[in-house]
């Protein structure tokens, strides 16, 4: 997706819903909580919190190269380098990992709310290598908060998205997942009602695994964030899907 998938009010509406979610959370964390283990591979709350920290500043980057016009990537040594910061950062003392999240979201938005008109319509380039309008720019940070306020195990949910954020979020998810080698042809059927996905559309219907539930059903499942337990599918079991990201 390289075009917004909604109105900006409503994109940085759904940012802002997102952050202050994210914020009653590490309002109630604790050092225990954020030196324990994430559900993601390898990384302990602490890293996966540096990394939204880190990630709020990237998209800054971003926001400046929109506002100016000179190129500022999103990290400016690479992959490895991001890589490194996270390390080190999750490292630190945890008051200070939750100042850091806190605080780079607050910059980030108070450089959203200072953009020029003139800046959203302005190319830039992800840390992936695709040239996208900044005024994909709150998409990207959306897409981050929300997810990653599953991740952390709080008790949120993706039922707890905005319903048009959910409905926005699915074939976003749908597209990135259909790119990954291994993706099973899908037919997925939002309930109740809902237009069809699939990610195999060139292949035939009968080939297809159809698999129904609510849009925050799918939507845990696809990303690997949840079981399917709640989904119906045929006419066979739900496949194995490669990893979204």
Sequence with gaps: MTREPAPRPLLLEWLAAGTSLLNTELDQADETWVSGPSTL??????????????????????????????????????????????????DRPAQVILKDVQDSAARLQQSLDEMPDAAWTRTVRTAQGRLV????????????VWIHLVDLSTGVTFAALPAGLATALLPDVVTTLAG????????????????????RPSEPLAAMTEVK??????????????????????PRGLPLLPAWL
């Design 180 to 199: 990954r080698d291994g993706c099973p042809a899908l037919l997925l059927r939002t309930q109740p009602g809902g237009a069809p996905l699939m990610t």
């Design 41 to 90: 591979p390898g990384w302990t709350t602490a890293h996966l919190l540096t990394h939204l920290a880190r990630n709020a500043d990237a998209l800054d980057n971003l926001v400046t190269w929109a506002a100016t016009g000179v190129e500022t990537p999103m990290y400016p040594h690479g992959a490895s380098g991001r890589l490194r910061d996270i390390e080190e950062g999750a």
């Design 213 to 234: 539930g609510t849009t925050a059903e799918l939507l845990g499942w696809l990303t690997g964030r949840a079981s399917g337990a709640g989904l119906s599918c045929s």
């Design 133 to 144: 309008p900044a005024s994909l720019i709150p998409w990207l940070r959306i897409r981050e």
